[in-house]
């Protein structure tokens, strides 16, 4: 709601409830207001004290006389309305008029902020604002922390500062002070996220999302919630993110949310609150030995309290127990919090046991925090404000108890059902949204006057699908736009994006190979996307995005033509910059390639070449001499390397082609040339790229420079050479690139594999069929497996080396795969009779087989077949009868058969697969034709 009120405005409200906080505090030292407010003899005043009312703390009445206010506003009422805030408006409005949040800016603002040394490897030496580091402590155990200064404030309330104004203006101070150092050591909002006491509170209260906040995952603006921003000179936002924390609750509370939901420290945070919150109020009541001490509100301005440190701090049944109440608070507070904590594990446990059938864990913990929340919100009020509603009319009273209860059961209704499926579903149609406005399609036709942006996510995914004009070549550059985007916000990594997206592929028909290829070419376009070294996430996108644009806005205020120019006009700008983005060497470099266009493509370029020679070394691995006997096996992986090889090549060849600078891309291509001259022939000899009208002469002859000369690819691998790199295709996507590469390390060597397949078990990343057959090799020793002893590979291995299944999906090969099963024939037995009905698809894998086909004459005809070819393919195709009898000739004749019906399905699924099979058969049947002496043209309408 709030989060798209100018900073302008909220950067007015912060300053006014700033000054009023300090006016508070100051009152706390001088107040002249005060008592005559709050002087007995005051029959005017609401707010006067009444020494005729007797308020007694363990049966002795409280002396009344004239007080400051300052402490029963601030815990009355701006406490209370800190929590009201949190739950309607959640963080996005709270984080942005908190007036501490905005003290602990002022070094930031003044430019004092601590500077560290960095000195890079080229020895250029540069000063960086520090952040707290993700694998630091401190970062692993914030909420800890933040949750002990939280527990220990609330003690010292009690103790100390409830009502003693020169305590209370003393905690204020230190802590005002505390936010201030924190801005100056660390950068960003590092008071507020890892040490502010009231954080916790925040996250309770303002988590997933408050009742009236924004959804920063399906929204199109830049900078959501709470974001850090400011203004520039032209009055326009933008971020100020220095990712000092990711998630960030600032930039999305509810990816916040979700992505700690399981840890330990979220548990501690919501079952501890709740313990320690009841434990707070139920502590008057064991104090005073009644709850008038604290429904009065005498408890922030009794006189003396540190005076009763000493006194006895329970009173039971009239009857005082000797424990003095500096002992007695925190020893009650901290019994609260455990058994809050502990019967919230043990509820929790209870209702996994009952519910994990239906609900997920995730769920199950997301309900328990929801029912945690709505019980302390009104628990909470039930206390908080009563000696200021106590002013008021009871009518009124009742209206806010109403109020209060009407807004937290809302509340609960619109959280009770969230999930993390349902926040991915919500983040990934706004993703999809997003690449299908950038289609240009027409949607007025199929919206009936809505617009895009007002659609749910279920009506982004239907309008997907019944789109006309969204072909599958559409559909693979919007899936292409979504997992590069997801890739970039660290939504997803290389290798959680197959399953993370599976849902997305399914809505677009999305293929787990076309996944695959996709993302080969975003890493060709995007090196860095891939990079395992660097840590993406969608803070840092921020951070980058902000930091570019500032960069951009200079070069364009200061009318440079380029980064070198502005650098060497203006460092200290640059360097200011820097510094409050809080950039550091590897970001920058990142940057500026994107502002200089030619260095970024020579570094894109020497990254490709490299991926490229050492996928050459790999194919070279994978056609040793001592591999030769496992030939058919090995076809899995060497189309994997094939195809990469030649997205590589294309990609570097569309560099080429995209590249102003001829100089640049005539040493991209004198560099390809030389390096992959049997690939670069296959690209460049492609009819329907046209890639010798697309480049120059010069590049063409560059890249044909090398054609005549043989590749030097002689030299004999040793085993830990071909190890170290089925090693490597071992961390491929595909699952069969992955059983296939650690079958044939298993042949090489065993002890290797097992070592090898001991991650993949442990780590629980695998699929089914890697999971399987990583587990037989595993537990084999050291004794070698034949293909035979690992069925699934067998059938993977036989029906990609048949003609009308290579190339296929992965995904359609392992349903085949699945499907299929091997039947054994004894020497002269009938596999299938003349005129049967043909209900398998037949493949031999072993053995031998003759077709005795009757001629027209009556006479025998006989063919044989050898292993690698299909018996009944037409026959399958055309649902016919078998035209011929299939004997087994040899003993044991293996054939593996795939149900008619399984094959027909995987057909309609399939279009890829199923127009490959429709261009197989017509070669042949024109063949066949030809062969026979007829017109295959006159018989094609046939």
Known sequence: MFHQTSEQTMHR?????TMGWLILLVSLFYDPISPLLTDPNNLAS????????????QQVCLEQNTYGLAAPIFWGLIVPSAILILLVFGHELWRRICPLSFLSQIPRALGWQRKIKRVSSAGVVRFEIPRVAKDSWLAKNYIYLQFGYFFVGLCCRILFINADRMALALWLLITIGAAIAVGYLYGGKSWCNYFCPMAPVQKVYGEPRG?????????????????????????????????????????????????????????????????????????????????????????????NQLGTLLDPGFYFFGQAIAIPKIVAVPLTLGAFSAIGYFTGLRLEQYLKNRWGKFLSTEQIQHRIFTLCTFFIFNFFFIFAARSWLALLPVSVQYIWELVLITTSAI??????????????????????????????????????????????????YVLSKVLPGFTKEKRYQAYKGILQESLAEGYVDSANSLSVLAQM????????????????????????????????????????????????????????????????????????????????????????????????????????????????????ALNQPLLRQYGQTLNLLRSTVKQKKRLLVRGLLEMIENT????????????????????????????????????????ISLLRQSEDIAPACSMVLSIDDINYHLRSLLSETNPITQIASLYIMHLLSPAEAQKAAQPLLE??????????????????????????????????????????????????????????????????????????????LLLLIEGGVEIQVHDSDGNTVTSSLVPGQILDELEVLSHGKQSGRLVAMQEPTRIMAIPVDAFDHLLDRDHDFARRVLELESKRLQQLVTAEGFDAVAVAPL
Not at 13 to 17: E, G
Request: aromatic residues 8%.
């Open 660 to 699: 102003e600078d001829q100089k640049i891309a005539n040493q991209i291509a004198h560099d390809l040339g030389n390096l992959a001259p049997g690939v670069l022939q296959d690209v460049l000899e492609n009819p329907t790229s046209k890639w010798n009208n697309r480049l120059t002469t010069e590049q």
């Open 46 to 57: 609401p707010l006067r004290a009444k020494p005729e009312v007797c308020i007694q703390v």
């Open 13 to 17: 409200v912060r300053w006014v409830l």
């Open 763 to 840: 780590e629980g990343k695998q699929s089914q069929p890697v999971g399987e057959i990583t587990a037989i090799i595993a537990n084999s020793g050291d004794s070698a497996l034949e293909l035979s002893n690992l069925p699934l590979l067998e059938k993977l291995v036989y029906l990609f080396n048949t003609d009308l299944f290579v190339d296929m999906h992965s995904d359609t090969l392992l349903d085949l795969a699945n499907l299929a099963y091997i039947n054994i024939y004894d020497n002269e037995a009938i596999i299938s009779d003349e005129g049967d009905t043909c209900r398998e």
């Open 211 to 303: 009742l009236l906040t924004s959804q920063a995952h399906t929204a199109n603006n830049k900078v959501t919630q709470s974001m850090c921003r400011i203004v520039d000179a032209d009055g326009q936002e933008k971020s100020a993110c220095v990712a000092c924390q990711s998630p960030c609750i600032d930039i999305d509370a509810e990816r916040t949310y979700w992505n700690g939901i399981d840890e330990a420290d979220r548990k501690l945070l919501y079952y501890g609150y709740v313990g320690l919150v009841i434990g707070y109020f139920v502590y008057y009541y064991l104090y005073a030995g009644n709850w008038q001490y604290y429904m009065s509100g005498i408890w922030a301005y009794e006189a």
């Open 411 to 460: 509340w609960l209704y619109r959280t009770w059902g969230r999930t993390t499926e349902t926040y991915s579903r919500e983040g990934l149609a706004n993703r999809l949204r997003k690449q299908l406005a950038k289609l240009g399609l027409n949607f007025d036709r199929w919206l009936e006057g809505k617009s895009l942006e007002a659609l749910n996510a279920d009506e982004v």
């Open 505 to 620: 592929r399914s809505e677009l028909n999305i293929s787990d190979d076309e996944h695959a290829t996709i993302l080969t070419e975003l890493g060709i376009e995007d090196p860095d996307l891939l990079n395992p070294e660097r840590r993406r996430s969608l803070e840092s996108q921020v951070k980058l995005s902000g930091y570019r644009r500032a960069l951009e806005r200079m070069l364009k205020l200061q009318q440079k033509q380029s980064i070198n120019d502005l650098l060497l006009d203006n460092p200290g700008a640059i360097r200011r910059l820097r510094q409050d983005y809080c950039i550091t060497y590897q970001e920058e470099e990142e940057i500026l390639g994107g502002l200089e266009p030619e260095a970024g493509t020579l570094r894109r370029a020497k990254h490709l070449l490299g991926q490229l020679e050492e996928l050459i070394e790999r194919y070279h």
